[in-house]
């Protein structure tokens, strides 16, 4: 990337949906799935008389966002009516924030545990709040070239916040969407589920070529793309590559500067794995905002700000930091952890809390625990070894009474059977091997392999890794580095 | 005394004491409907059986000894924009020509709770654009007094049918003037309440921020009776002000001690109708022989009234109407004939190119359909709404009007530090003929210029008849007060009827 003669630039708005009971202008359910239109009303159909009604709720979960976001609150907003004509906007305007958003002036802080990029803020020019418009369904069954309108999504509250221009590689893009999902998810105002359209993702991506011929350093700016239809944010980080590529090409041929053509929008082809260009719109996007006459002006009060400060809880990226200070485990370590949200996160503390080694039970969760909600497909609400059984079980692997691989096989058995550690070492056959009985394994062993002690007599330590394997044939529960230290005792002594 | 030439707070009394059932008043009023609508045509709809069905309920609970309300069992006419659950509600368009809402306006629960007997919806100009009536896509109101003459407008009908006594109460809406200027021009008293003290839910809507429902009747206690009903907070109207109703009709008769009435002197300044002039200067004078103190005062800024409503409403107004587009509810094109023009005119094209640029299917529907749905007047003002928010335009126009309105609402505060009322004409002239104004859209423009004031500054006022004119035709007198002052402006009000007969005055209607 770094090879490449230019830099990119992007900048992303994303469209969150926030996750309240009702819409943003009257009672409606926002629920999704329900069967097309039987979430609507007078107020989100847009009938004639019918008039909107602030849900407070949703304007404080925004305000939530803005505060994590480290945005400045505006003690005065408003609200405006964006003008177009769509038959899933049955009002003809979309009630949105134009000139005086709920929020604007914060930044959020990225960085890769890989360190394949800086770690850095990236600017958040504004968040505002409006609400979504409808759906178009459109037919495409032979002869029937219908379009099916449903409002169930009319007026549910959407949060679009816009970054600045301040991201240089689809890899920084990624890490943004990443950690502002982790973000939303951790403030729990949204399921973020791109899927159902829950957040949406748009960029402007262009290039800064070098001017050589330039005496002030200026870059040349090649025109700005909007480059939509990304349904994962894998997809936005092939789409900002593809543009890059793409745009590079049509600078080399046509030295296009930012201004010499209208801006385009591209949208991606996911199947074909490119951008194409959209047929652009109908009109110029003149919107005619202007204040909706319907509302009136929200007035914040510093009580309310901090009232919702006070609800906003611990950000993934101070707990990652508490995580490695408390618990002393490496950045990529809590970077997995807390990625996977807070409930993973309180599992975790828990274990490590009771265990009191946090490396192991960080290992014993990502390792295992990890890999068995991702199988099971299952929340760790879902697990049925609670922390601190588990915690037991890491207990006698620390203490040497298990060891790792038949540790696994405990958990496995109490994760089938829900049972303790004992329960399920009963069920397996383990019973912890008295030392007596240990004594006495190690000294046929050593009687009936004399070449072995023979080699560890001669410094051959490494030989008797072969009496293990007898030993565990005659008993499975034997601990093998016991028997390990043993067998070399008495050979040495012998 | 006939009937229906009791007050309504007369026939209240009746049927609270059992004299007059409800179904004998609804009745009489159909009656009268029936005689001398075809010649008023105030009436858009009327259901006979319905009002009756009402009337016979309201009876029937009165007997089994329920409280039926404040208004229980008198006959409320409602204009065409307030939205009655299933019941058409057309806002005098085509474009709404079969709609039904599904839901009733807030003011209609309020009528219905009061036990008032809904008699039928009044004839408006199209989305309550007019002063005439004239722009109705139905029918047009003449005004009972010389039908050869307008009603006024936009609440021509609300106005018409009480001053031919075919409803004792009457619900208008006023944006510029719209119940204040009928209400002058057909010699009965109507009331535009402070912006917020009627709820606007289910009123369907030509600007928002200058909309106001409001009561029409034949005097002024009449006229607090329908405003206690009408007014309340309502939490589904976010504009709606949470504050008590005062009980309007309580302290009525009793007279403003020092009263400060403030005349206005820039309407003064205008071109006003002689008869006009000596009818106002002459309220003046009585006022002042009840004891009140006149005092003149300026409301600078007045004249640049007309210039700022003509953009501010427009614009709203361009927003509120996009939602008829054929879509959703309301008149839709003919879509047969509409693809077979789409395909002739695709058909007679040569070069692709031409052909890429015709209408596809949707634009082509909403073109049409707004092209047929609408009137002139409604669009015409889209267009000049669309122009004055457009980008490059939106600062010169809209956002200067909206500075201008704030100096407008300046000079009213000013004025009411110095009087209690405004006094002032309701119109420059009497009710013109029939077509005046049918090429002269701009002279009807002109005819808001007392009244629009109080719109952009969200103030209350009242028409009150208080003249004739040399042809015989009423003349209104216009009194304003500071915002929540209605009970104020009713007593003001009151003093003037009470010193006068105009409000007692009728037309003869023709007995054809």
Redesign the interface.
Same mark, same amino acid.
């Given at each position: 990337m770094t090879s490449q003669p230019y830099k990119m630039v992007i900048g992303l708005e994303v469209h969150v949906q926030l996750a309240t009971e009702s819409k943003l202008f009257c009672r409606c359910s926002t629920k999704f799935g329900a069967p097309p239109n039987t979430q609507t009303c007078p107020v989100c159909t847009g009938t004639p008389g019918a008039l909107p009604v602030l849900n407070r709720h949703a304007y404080q979960l925004s305000m939530k966002v803005a505060l994590a976001l480290n945005c400045e609150i505006p003690k005065f907003t408003k609200w405006d009516r964006k003008q177009y004509y769509y038959p899933d906007l049955p009002k003809g305007y979309q009630i949105s924030q134009f000139d005086l958003p709920m929020s604007q002036n914060g930044y959020l802080a990225i960085s890769d545990p890989k360190d394949q990029f800086a770690a850095k803020r990236v600017g958040i020019i504004r968040a505002h709040l409006e609400e979504d418009a409808g759906k178009s369904i459109h037919d495409e069954q032979a002869g029937t070239a219908d379009t099916r309108i449903d409002l169930n999504r009319c007026g549910t509250p959407l949060l679009e916040i816009v970054s600045e221009p301040e991201m240089y590689s689809p890899l920084e893009a990624k890490a943004y969407l990443d950690e502002l999902k982790l973000l939303l998810t951790y403030l729990g105002v949204s399921d973020c589920n791109m899927q159902e359209g829950s957040l949406r993702v748009d960029a402007n991506v262009n290039l800064h070529i070098p001017d050589d011929d330039s005496t002030d350093d200026e870059p040349i700016a090649t025109p700005i793309v909007e480059v939509k239809n990304m349904n994962s944010f894998r997809a936005v980080e092939r789409a900002l590559a593809y543009e890059a590529d793409r745009q590079w090409e049509v600078w080399q041929e046509t030295g296009q500067r930012i201004g010499d053509v209208p801006k385009q929008t591209r949208g991606w082809d996911e199947s074909a794995q490119v951008t194409r260009a959209q047929r652009s719109k109908e009109e110029s996007s003149d919107y005619r905002y202007f204040p909706d006459p319907d509302l009136v002006p929200v007035v914040v009060t510093d009580t309310e700000i901090e009232a919702v400060r006070s609800e906003l809880g611990e950000f993934p990226a101070a707990l990652r930091s508490r995580l490695e200070e408390t618990y002393g485990i490496k950045p990529y370590d809590s970077d997995v952890l807390v990625n996977q949200g807070r409930e993973l996160v309180d599992y975790y503390i828990e274990l490590a809390e009771s265990c009191g080694d946090g490396k192991l039970a960080s290992n014993w969760v990502q390792q295992d625990v990890l890999r068995h909600l991702n199988e099971q497909e299952i929340a760790v609400s879902e697990f049925a070894v609670r922390p601190l059984a588990l915690s037991e079980l890491l207990g006698k692997v620390k203490g040497g009474q298990l060891d790792t691989s038949r540790g696994r096989e405990v958990l496995g058995e109490m994760i089938e059977s829900g049972g303790s550690v004992t329960e399920a070492m009963t069920k397996l056959g383990i019973a912890e091997v008295d030392d007596s009985e240990l004594m006495d394994l190690c000294h046929q062993l050593i009687e009936s392999n004399p070449k072995i002690v023979a080699d560890i007599q001669s410094g051959n330590l490494k030989a008797a890794g072969a009496l293990i394997g007898q030993a565990k044939q005659k008993n499975p529960n034997v601990n093998p580095s016991r028997v390990r230290e043993i067998c070399i005792d008495i050979a040495s002594k012998s | 005394m006939s009937l229906i030439s009791k007050s309504a707070v007369e026939q209240v009394q009746l049927l609270q004491s059992g004299q007059l059932s409800s179904v004998e008043l609804a009745q009489a009023y159909l009656d009268q409907i029936e005689t001398h609508d075809a010649e008023i045509q105030a009436f858009l709809h009327v259901d006979r059986d319905s009002a009756l069905q009402q009337a016979a309920d309201i009876d029937q609970r009165r007997q089994s000894g329920e409280d039926v309300g404040p208004l229980g069992g008198l006959p409320v006419a409602i204009k065409d924009?307030? @939205?009655s659950r299933g019941e058409p509600?057309t @806002?005098a368009s085509k474009m709404?020509e079969n &709609?039904r #809402? #599904? %839901?009733d306006?807030t003011v209609v629960r309020r009528l219905k709770e009061a036990g008032a007997v809904l008699i039928g919806r009044t004839n408006m100009d199209e989305f309550a654009m007019g002063g005439s009536c004239e722009n109705s896509a139905y029918q047009t109101t003449t005004n009972p007094w010389d039908t050869t003459r307008i009603p006024g407008g936009s609440s021509g009908g609300a106005a018409a049918c009480v001053a031919a006594s075919m409803a004792p109460l009457s619900v208008g809406s006023d944006t510029g003037g719209s119940i204040r200027q009928p209400a002058a021009l057909c010699g009965v008293t109507g009331l535009k309440p402070t912006y917020g003290r009627v709820s606007? %839910?289910?009123?369907?809507?030509f600007?928002?921020?200058l909309d106001q429902i409001g009561p029409i009747a034949r005097s002024v206690e009449d006229t607090a009776l329908l405003l206690e009903t009408l007014a309340g907070h309502d #939490?589904? =109207?976010?504009?709606s002000i949470n504050t008590a109703t005062p009980h309007y009709t309580e302290n009525l008769s009793q007279p403003l001690d020092g009263l400060t009435v403030g005349l206005v002197t820039d309407y003064f300044e205008k071109e006003l109708d002689p008869d006009v002039a000596a009818a106002v200067r002459e309220a003046a004078r009585v006022y002042e022989s009840l004891g009140a103190k006149i005092q003149e005062v300026s409301l600078p800024h007045s004249q640049y009234g007309i210039a700022t409503y003509y953009v501010i409403a427009p614009?709203?107004a361009?927003?509120n109407l996009?939602?008829y =587009?054929g879509?959703?509810?309301g008149y839709r094109t003919d879509e047969k004939a509409m693809y077979e023009e789409l395909a002739a005119e695709r058909a007679a094209m040569t070069d692709e190119e031409a052909e890429a640029k015709l209408d596809g299917p949707?634009?082509r529907m %909403?073109r049409k359909t707004r092209s047929e749905g609408f009137g002139a007047e409604v669009k015409r003002r889209i267009m000049l709404g669309?122009y004055a928010?457009?980008?490059g335009y &939106?600062d010169a126009y &809209?956002l200067k009007a909206l500075k201008v309105r704030r100096l407008i609402v300046n000079d009213y505060l000013a004025a009411f530090k110095q009087v209690d009322v405004l006094l002032g004409p309701v119109t420059a002239s009497p009710a013109a003929p029939l077509g005046h104004y049918k090429n002269d859209p701009l002279g009807l423009y002109l005819t808001d210029l007392f009244t629009v004031g109080a719109n952009l500054a969200g103030i209350p006022g009242i028409s009150v008849p208080c003249g004739e004119s040399s042809a015989g035709l009423p003349i209104g007198l216009h009194l304003q007060a500071a915002p929540l002052e209605e009970e104020r402006l009713l007593r003001a009000a009151y003093m003037f009827q009470n010193a006068t007969d105009w409000q007692t005055r009728r037309p003869e209607l023709s007995t054809t």
């Open positions: - | 924009l307030l @939205c509600t @806002c709404l &709609y #809402p #599904p %839901y306006a606007r %839910y289910g009123l369907i809507a600007a928002s921020s #939490p589904l =109207d976010s504009t614009s709203e361009s927003s996009a939602r =587009d879509a959703h509810f949707l634009i %909403y669309t928010l457009s980008s &939106y &809209y």
